[in-house]
Nanobody, 118 residues
């Protein structure tokens, strides 16, 4: 069983920055890609950023150039650095590890609230 625990959310003004962290329990963290999703009120959950086990990152068009995903395999942690935040970035942000491609399960954290407001 894998547990994902997010932290770092909060209230920030437009243009501000936050760094989210997600710590994964269990072993083999370095083997799997890690994802950050978000879900705004009344909207579907969307993929924000993904980082492969080799460290290659991809981003949603809406956050390119503003968000950076990174991982520290020694700490079993994935980060999401969010800069130049906009009101439309307001959402609950979820950490995800989808291991179904390698015979595992799809794991989600409980989420952390990010609110961008003046």
């Amino acid at each position: 069983q894998v547990q994902l625990v997010e932290s770092g959310g909060g209230l920030v003004h437009p243009g501000g920055s936050l760094r989210l962290s997600c710590v994964a329990s269990g072993s083999a963290f370095s083997v799997y890609a890690m994802n950050w999703y978000r879900q705004a009120p009344g909207k579907q959950r969307e993929l924000v950023a993904m980082i492969s086990n080799f460290g290659s990152a991809t981003y949603a068009d809406s956050v390119k150039g503003r968000f950076t995903i990174a991982r520290d395999n020694d700490k079993n942690t994935v980060y999401l650095q969010m800069n130049s935040l906009k009101t439309e970035d307001t959402a609950v942000y979820y950490c995800n590890s989808d291991r179904r491609g390698l015979g595992g399960q799809n794991y989600w954290g409980r989420g952390t609230q990010v609110t961008v407001s003046s």
